[in-house]
């Protein structure tokens, strides 16, 4: 059995160290494309722990150890997308959210304008981008995690790359 | 700047991230620690009664399947205002003491599947259960949800609209081709002959039907040679929730369209507050009847909606609908307006808290306002399988002693009727729909990988079992494959044919006529493998897959293969035909085997394509190409022969369907007719119409 494997076999029998172990290798990763995702750090934050906390109980459903990265992927992306719903039910705007203001000092001119133009897509082009970009996933996989036509994903994704070279240059 | 510089630039930028502490992993580690401590505990003690005592102790029992008081359920089409559905839910309690005689569900009646689940006492037990099961996550959405339910509690939703308005075209009724009897038409590819399972598109010969990406579903004329619109179904027209529809059903004069929907307007103060695991509050299946006896004028006749969104599947057979949802959010069992009475639900001794209702209801679609039966179970169900009596319902599990398993819970079904008959834990996991089959006497047989199973030292290793009609075990087969990966199954009669896969691919075929002694009779290896298997003739078996590097087991091409079943003890490969490309190459059809066109009578084969050049991998450059096609082949004097293959704008929901010699496609928001016996010109098309 490999490391993963039998990390996984201990997560599923309820250890939560072993749990821990295997959530270190993604999560910068998992925060990185809900905060892209969502715009806001606190949002970001509390997405990833209710979704790890969601594999961590569901962890028994996991069939193949190999698939631990996509499978929590998936979780943290049907979060992801249900924040979004929460958002619109509230009639607030993700858009309208500001971030903190010492998050953004931090941040150089020119990553600061990226950062802005990459918020101003839609949202779901920021998913997707946000998968491509981060965990370097194929349209597909992208299709596979969030139920929807590859064909869709490429033409979104190669619609937002425009968007936002147009917008740079 | 390129794709790979600007996605660079956004990488580097996002380098800079501070991950807040509390999702540290050191700080998760103590959240789950503590989160356990409070739902773990809970169920332990009844953990030593699952899986592994499964297989050997099976009891068939006594199932009381008391088929008192469905009137709650007859479905009047009320409800049009909060205060309809308050009423109807306070007369629905009422009945519970008269339909309920609760002495007569002494704990010995109230137990069913080998007393692993139990029916509830009353619709407070059920409130009970689920509150037990739900963790104390109060979440964000929640929250939500409950405002909104308040502040949309008196909104106008009519359930079951009076005259919906119907868009038709003008051109509908051409006239041309009236009376004409259909012609031979497709029918959906599906698991099991005879039984219909639900897709976006269907045909009766003279019509085609189509749901589009966006919910509308458009109502073709084909019956002259320029096919029009004749109808149009919008969701609005019978739902308000923008909920998401997923098939449609054609039967005789009746068309049915599937949808999930959260249902905003429901009694919230019914349901708990607390999400279990996943899903929506007032997540819901639905299925809307239409009278379509006028094809541009189709009428709503009503709905019919269940807890549950999670995930839902549907069959008909001889004019029935069958309806699975499952809820994983903690929602009551309802059905339509009304909580399912006690002796329908089956509350679980185990220890899955955060297994939701899964619901199984049936109704005559020539009188859908009344539901026939219904039937709940507290489990989390992955998949299911119909055969011509009965239903199984699985379940994957892990056993932290025993490995992987499988959960099977068989009910029987008769003109709507559903009875649970056992359960039974299966070793392993179930890959996929046709992994699963029961023979004509009633023999159920299992294929299953068993990866994570202690019984194959945590080694990917396959299986066979055989269980008799109340779930003992019969037979099996062990060791076939190791160190492989189920890729394809088939049973055919008492054979099962198994495509296995790492760096070739062997074709297995099982005897399986002695269910008690499963035998294996021979072994083919090729290169490639089968993803889908498909019966072709009496002696042949038809795999569609891809081609693959010997050496590494990378997808190189497309790839069809013939097998000669005459002697399944030597299964030979008699045509193979192998399309490599220098991209990747995917068939929508293997992850759904909807998309599949076969028909050996006709002598068509149909699926589509997507091949995709990156070519920026090689040279750089960001562009890429991208060929979609749908490819129709046929075989002939034990050959293959490609057609043509048809430029599509999107391979992954595409559809191919004919009607006598007509090949139809739908591509996206266009349906492309074909003219299969223009010969040099088949591949032209005749006419196109935009939906």
């Known amino acids: ?131 491509d970009i981060f965990m370097g996933y194929k349209s597909e996989e992208i299709a596979e995690i969030l139920k929807m036509p590859s064909g869709t994903i490429r033409s979104r994704k190669k619609r937002a790359l425009e968007r936002l070279k147009k917008e740079l240059l | ?20 502490d509390r999702i540290s992993p050191e700080n998760i580690e103590a959240e789950l620690n503590k989160k356990k401590v409070t739902s773990f505990a809970k169920y332990r003690k009844y953990v030593p009664v699952a899986a592994a005592i499964l297989v050997v102790l099976m009891i068939p029992i006594v199932i009381a399947n008391t088929k008192m008081g469905r009137s709650k359920n007859d479905m009047t089409g009320s409800a049009d205002s909060a205060m309809m559905e308050e009423a109807s839910t306070e007369s629905a309690e009422a009945d519970y003491g008269a339909d309920f005689d609760s002495e007569s569900v002494a704990t010995g009646e109230r137990e069913v599947f080998s007393g692993l689940f139990y029916h509830p006492k009353d619709e407070k037990e059920i409130e009970k259960y689920i509150k037990d099961l739900s963790k104390k996550r109060v979440s964000y959405e929640t929250e939500t949800a409950v405002e909104e339910s308040k502040r949309e509690s008196s909104a106008d939703y009519v359930e079951e609209a009076t005259a919906p308005e119907m868009n038709s075209a003008d051109t509908a009724t051409s006239g041309a081709g009236k009376g004409s009897d259909s012609e031979v038409h497709s029918e959906t590819n599906t698991r099991e002959k ?192 119909v055969s011509q009596n009965s239903i199984y319902l699985e379940r994957s599990g892990y056993d932290g002693s025993e490995g992987e398993y499988t959960d099977l819970f068989k009910f029987e079904y008769e003109n709507g009727y559903i009875t649970p008959i056992e359960t039974a834990a299966v070793p392993g996991s179930i890959d996929s729909s046709f992994s699963i089959d029961e023979s004509s006497d009633g023999t159920l047989r299992v294929a299953v990988s068993t990866f994570g199973s ?125 399309w490599k490309n220098d991209g990747t190459t995917y068939l929508p059809g293997m992850d759904n085997y909807k998309a599949i066109l076969v028909d050996p009578e006709k002598n068509i084969i149909g699926f589509s394509i997507e091949n995709n050049v990156y070519y920026y991998q090689r040279t750089g450059d960001d562009r890429f190409d991208d060929r979609q096609g749908y490819g129709i082949f046929s075989y002939e004097k034990d050959r293959f022969e490609l057609h043509y293959v048809i430029g599509l704008d999107s391979a992954w929901s595409a559809r191919g369907i004919f009607v006598g010699d007509n090949l139809y496609i739908l591509d996206n928001d266009k349906l492309v007719k074909y003219d299969m016996s223009a010969g040099e010109n088949a591949d032209k098309a005749v006419a196109e119409i935009n939906l």
């Open chain 1, 1 to 131: 059995m490999t490391e993963q494997e039998i990390l996984i076999n201990n997560a599923k029998k309820g250890d939560a160290h072993s749990f821990a172990v295997l959530y270190e290798s993604v999560y910068k990763e998992m925060y990185r494309v809900a905060y892209y995702s969502l715009g806001n750090p606190d949002d970001a934050a509390d997405t990833v722990s209710e979704a790890v906390t969601d594999a961590f109980a569901g962890i028994k459903k996991l069939k193949e150890p190999a698939a631990f990265k996509g499978w929590i992927f998936k979780i943290l992306s049907a979060k992801i997308s249900r924040q979004k719903k929460a958002y619109v039910n509230k009639t607030a705007d993700i858009d309208e959210i500001a971030e903190p203001a010492d998050e953004r000092a931090s941040l150089l001119q020119e990553d600061q304008s990226v950062r802005e133009l990459f918020f101003s897509l839609p949202k779901e082009d920021r998913l997707i981008l946000s998968l």
């Open chain 2, 1 to 20: 700047m390129n794709d790979n510089e600007l996605k660079d630039l956004i990488k580097k930028d996002a380098e800079d991230l501070k991950i807040p």
């Open chain 2, 194 to 385: 005879g039984i219909d399972e639900e897709d976006i598109i269907k045909t009766d010969g003279k019509y085609i039907y189509i749901l589009k990406n966006d919910g509308r579903i458009k109502i073709v004329d084909i019956r002259s040679k320029e096919p029009v619109i004749a109808s149009e179904i919008k969701s609005a027209e019978y739902q308000k929730s923008f909920g998401e529809e997923y098939g449609i059903y054609i039967e005789d004069d009746t068309l049915m369209v599937l949808y999930n929907f959260r249902d905003n307007n429901f009694n919230y103060k019914n349901n708990n507050t607390d999400t279990i695991l996943w899903g929506e509050q007032n997540g819901k299946t639905g299925v809307a009847f239409f009278d379509i006896k006028d094809r541009t004028a189709p009428k709503l006749i009503t709905t019919v909606t269940q807890t549950g969104s999670w995930q839902s599947f549907s069959r008909l057979k001889d004019g029935i609908l069958y309806i699975f949802s499952q809820d994983r959010a903690g929602n009551l069992p309802y059905v339509c307006d009304d909580v399912m009475v006690p002796e329908d639900v089956y509350l679980s001794r185990g220890d899955e808290y955060y297994d939701g209702c899964f619901i199984i209801t049936s109704v005559d679609i020539k009188n859908p306002k009344k539901v026939i039966d219904q039937k709940s179970i507290y489990a989390c169900i992955n998949d299911i399988y």
């Open chain 2, 454 to 578: 202690k019984r194959s030292n945590y080694r990917r290793d396959n299986a066979v079992y055989t269980y008799d009609r109340n779930m003992n075990l019969l037979g099996e087969l062990h060791d076939i494959a190791s160190d492989e990966e189920i890729k394809s199954t088939r049973f055919i009669g008492d054979m099962l044919y198994l495509v296995t896969f790492r760096n070739t691919d062997p074709v297995f075929s099982i005897d399986l006529s002695d269910p008690s002694d499963p035998k294996l009779l021979g072994e083919l290896k090729i290169p490639g493998f089968s993803d889908y298997l498909h019966p072709w003739s009496k002696d042949k078996l038809l795999g569609i897959g891809y081609t693959a590097d010997e050496q590494t087991g990378q997808v190189t091409g497309l790839k069809l293969s013939m097998f000669d079943i005459s002697d399944p003890a030597n299964v030979k490969e008699e045509d193979v035909s192998e």
